[in-house]
C-alpha cells in the first residue's frame, strides 16, 4: 500500500524511470465532471525534463493518456486510469553504477530493503515517478477551482543561498511564476537564480533550494484532528516527493523565536465572515483550515547524482571512486512547483470529500 495515497480520492501510482511507462490509477473522483487530457497535460508540461537548460537534458513529452473512467469527456464515477510512455531512455548510462550504491541516493536502501532493484535510472526513486502524482494531482485541481474557486500556486523561494525575498501572498500567479524558466516568486531574482544553477552545472556538481505554495479561497473546516490534521497531510504529502528534505508551514521555524502575544492571529470581521487580521498560523488552526490562505514551505537537497569524482565504495565494501553518468538535473526546485502543487491538490480533494461526506 506505500504507492496509494488518500482515502476518499485514492491515488496509485506505478512505473519506473526505465520502465515502458508511468502512470496512475484515480478512484474516487466524483462522477459527471468534464475532464480531458488537455486538463490534466499542461501541468505535465510545466514538469517535464529537458523544457529549459536549467533541467536534465532527457527529452520526454510526457503525453498523457487517460485510459478508463471517463466517457465521452465526462467522468463515470469509476476508477480513472492514466498513463505516460517513457521513451528516452538510457540504461546504458548506469551500467558503472550497477556495483557502486550513488552516494546519497536511494540504490542502497532499496537493495537492503528490497534484496533487489531496478538496473537503472533510480526506478521509484526516481522523479520520474512524479508524474503520475502531477497527473492526478490537476484532475483534483480542475475539481477543487470548479466547485469553490480554490487556486493553488507554487514558486521557487530559494536557490542554494540566493531568497527571492517576499511575495505577496494574494497576488501571486502561475503567469507570475512562469515568465522565467527558474520560477521564482520574484522575477528580481531570477536571473540571479538561474546563473548560479548554470554555474554549479558547468561544474558537474548540483544545488538544492526551497519552494513555497499558498492555496487560496479554501473554505473553513477541512482538516481531521487528530492524525489527518491538515498540516500534518501536507507535511506528509511534501515529505513523500523525492529529494524533499523540510517542511514548515506559516510561520513554520521562525514563530518558534517569537513571543506568543505577536505570533496570535487576532480576529476580525472580513465583511461577513470571521477572518484573521495576521497569517502567521499559515491558514491552519488546530489542524483544520480557517478560511485564511493556506501557505507553506518545502526544502529540497541537491540532487544526488553529480558527475563529480566522488570517493565512495561498491556494494561488496571495496574502495572505489564514482563519476556517474546520465542526464540529471543540477537544481530539482524549477520543476519541483508543479509536484508540489499537485500534492496540495490531492490532500485538499481528499479532506474535502470528506468534509462533504460528513455534512450530508
Known amino acids: 500500500m506505500s504507492s496509494v495515497f488518500g482515502t476518499l480520492f485514492r491515488v496509485s501510482t506505478f512505473g519506473e524511470s526505465h520502465c515502458p511507462a508511468v502512470g496512475a490509477i484515480v478512484d474516487g473522483a466524483p462522477a459527471g465532471m468534464r475532464l480531458a487530457e488537455s486538463d490534466i497535460q499542461p501541468q505535465l508540461d510545466r514538469r517535464r525534463p529537458g523544457q529549459s537548460a536549467l ?8 503525453l498523457v493518456t487517460i485510459l478508463s473512467g471517463v466517457e465521452d469527456g465526462i467522468t463515470l464515477g469509476t476508477p480513472i486510469g492514466l498513463m505516460v510512455h517513457n521513451k528516452d531512455q538510457r540504461p546504458g548510462d548506469y551500467q558503472e553504477m550497477s556495483q557502486v550504491p550513488r552516494p546519497s541516493h536511494a540504490d542502497y536502501t532499496y537493495q ?28 483534483a485541481e480542475k475539481f477543487l477551482a470548479e466547485r469553490h474557486g480554490v487556486e493553488i500556486v507554487a514558486w521557487v523561494d530559494s536557490v542554494g543561498a540566493l531568497d527571492a525575498g517576499s511575495v505577496d501572498l494574494e497576488r501571486i500567479t502561475r503567469e507570475l511564476v512562469d515568465r522565467h524558466p527558474v520560477r521564482s516568486g520574484n522575477p528580481d531574482m531570477s536571473q540571479a537564480m538561474a546563473d548560479l544553477i548554470a554555474q554549479v552545472k558547468s561544474r558537474d556538481d548540483s544545488v538544492g533550494g526551497t519552494v513555497c505554495c499558498v492555496c487560496r479561497n479554501l473554505p473553513a473546516g477541512l482538516g481531521e484532528p487528530a492524525f489527518d490534521k491538515l498540516d500534518a497531510l501536507l507535511a506528509h504529502a511534501m515529505l513523500s516527493i523525492p529529494a524533499s528534505k523540510g517542511f514548515e508551514i506559516g510561520s513554520g521555524f521562525s514563530g518558534s523565536r517569537m513571543l506568543g502575544s505577536a505570533h496570535n492571529d487576532p480576529f476580525v470581521d472580513k ?3 470571521l ?21 507553506f514551505r518545502v526544502a529540497f537537497k541537491p540532487p544526488a547524482t553529480v558527475a563529480l569524482p566522488q570517493k565512495t565504495a561498491r556494494f561488496d565494501g571495496s574502495e572505489t571512486v564514482l563519476e ?3 542526464r540529471h538535473d543540477p537544481c530539482i526546485v524549477p520543476r519541483a512547483v508543479p509536484v508540489v502543487e499537485s500534492m496540495a491538490a490531492l490532500v485538499l480533494m481528499d479532506l474535502l470529500l470528506r468534509q462533504e461526506y460528513r455534512k450530508r
Do not use: C, L, M
Open 112 to 139: 537492503i530493503k528490497y534484496g533487489v532493484r531496478a538496473s537503472s535510472g533510480g526506478g521509484r526513486s526516481s522523479a520520474r515517478e512524479t508524474i503520475a502524482r502531477v497527473a492526478a494531482g490537476a484532475i
Open 271 to 273: 465583511g461577513g465572515r
Open 275 to 295: 477572518g484573521t487580521a495576521t497569517n502567521y498560523s499559515g491558514g491552519v488552526q488546530g489542524g483544520i483550515s480557517n478560511g485564511e490562505p493556506v501557505y
Open 55 to 62: 533541467s536534465t537534458r532527457r527529452e520526454e513529452e510526457d
Open 324 to 326: 556517474a553518468k546520465g
